[in-house]
């Protein structure tokens, strides 16, 4: 499992979803012809959570780039098509479409969740080059939910002031942005 889709799961955990990260979606060979992909894997999904309370299914795809320039808003600005590549989701309707259909019937069909619940994509990125608020803004005229650098801090300030969990995130969260109250 990947260190930032853990953070991010904890994180979803706490507002009070359960999560799985590393989702494989089991696509039929039907599936697979109509995304183009007749020899694909299984699809594989960052991080899904499930909200019982209002049936939904939260699909985010994390990319952490915390060493490098970030997700790039000009990709999807439509000014870095080479790029897009890293985004199949959020760029190619008819993938998204299919694979997110797929998820929904496999987990009703396994008691995951209700019937019909709502099913939203998402994107979580541990770094953003350009406007992140632009971003943010971008995808909710899509539909989809957008976690920048931004939420996810303020997510994590409010694990440190949660109770104890034992979980990694919550752990390093409390270490690393709680105010020390050791006298000098």
Known sequence: MDSFEAVVAAILERRGYWT???VKVDLTKAEKRAIGRH??????????????ASNELLVLECKSFLDSPGVQCSTFAGK?????????????ATLRRVVLRRLQKQFVEKGFCAKKPRVTLGLAAGRVKGDEAW?????????WSFWGPTKIR???EA??????ENSIATVVAKILLRKSKVAP
């Open 159 to 164: 694990l440190c002031r949660s109770g104890y």
């Open 154 to 156: 303020a997510e994590l």
């Open 20 to 22: 799985q990260t590393s």
């Open 39 to 52: 020899s694909s894997p299984r699809w594989e999904l960052d991080v899904v959570a499930y909200r019982g």
């Open 135 to 143: 971003l943010g803004q971008r995808f909710a005229s899509k539909g």
């Open 80 to 92: 870095n098509p080479k790029d897009a590549k890293r985004y199949k989701l959020f760029f190619d």
